[in-house]
């Protein structure tokens, strides 16, 4: 059975750090290419960040430079690295996987979320 | 950039209605690489719909996806009490890839 479980989400203040963990298993994690998404209260469904086997990267323009996707295909876990986080950057973050191994696909299995407030 | 449109926001049908829901890309989509996804509270996004118009495993016949270029259509044959949900499209061929629409709720009539 495939598994995603995020973990690392909490309350930082605007302008800290966090980063979070998508623990992956029941799939041969180093074959697929892996996604963040989140959802911020009351939105819809943004794409923050995508990652391939071989560490080939995308992110979405408007976090680029504060956001950080990597992987460790060793451990079967996927990353995201949360620099000068802003209120804005509030919402439930899923990590998500690729349906398909030999190109960019939809995405067929979500985890639970993990839940980042940024706040002072 | 790409940018996906959805209509309506809001769909407001009873039980066992039609519902036809659009999603209108800016520019075309590469090799109708266009997905759909339910979203209900509480839960995660599941797929019902890749490449535009193949069923995700294990979703109901009463999903079915169409179009090509910058138009597509999810279209829910007879909505069932458990469809009434958010909606969302995704496109995942340009760049930058993954943008999804801005979703339709379909509610309750």
């Known amino acids: 059975e495939v598994r995603l479980v995020e973990s690392g989400g909490g309350l930082v203040k605007p302008g800290g750090s966090l980063r979070l963990s998508c623990a992956a298993s029941?799939?041969?994690?180093?074959?697929?290419?892996m996604n963040w998404v989140r959802q911020a209260p009351g939105k819809g469904l943004e794409w923050v960040a995508s990652?391939?086997?071989?560490?080939?990267?995308y992110y979405a323009d408007s976090l680029k430079g504060r956001f950080t996707i990597s992987r460790d295909n060793a451990r079967n876990s996927l990353y995201l690295q949360m620099h000068r986080l802003r209120d804005d950057d509030t919402a439930v973050y899923y990590c998500?996987?690729?349906?398909?191994?030999?190109?960019?696909?939809?995405?067929?299995?979500w985890g639970q979320g993990t839940l980042v407030t940024v706040s002072s | 950039e790409i940018v996906l449109t959805q209509s309506p926001g809001t769909l407001s049908l009873s039980p066992g209605e039609r519902a036809t829901l659009s999603c209108r890309a800016s520019?075309?989509?590469?090799?109708?690489?266009l997905a759909w996804y339910q979203r209900k509270p509480g839960q995660a996004p599941r797929l019902l719909i890749y490449?535009?118009?193949t069923r995700a495993t294990g979703i109901s016949d009463r999903f079915s996806g169409s179009g090509s270029g910058t138009d597509f259509t999810l279209t829910i044959s007879r909505l069932e009490p458990e469809d009434f949900a958010v909606y969302y499209c995704?496109?995942?061929?340009?760049?930058?890839?993954?943008?999804f629409g801005g979703g339709t709720k379909v509610e309750i009539k």
């Open positions: 998500a996987r690729d349906r398909v191994t030999y190109n960019w696909g939809a995405f067929d299995y």
């Open positions: 029941g799939f041969t994690f180093s074959d697929y290419n």
């Open positions: 990652i391939s086997p071989s560490s080939y990267i």
């Open positions: 520019q075309s989509v590469s090799s109708s690489y």
């Open positions: 490449d535009a118009s």
């Open positions: 995704q496109q995942y061929g340009n760049s930058p890839r993954g943008t």
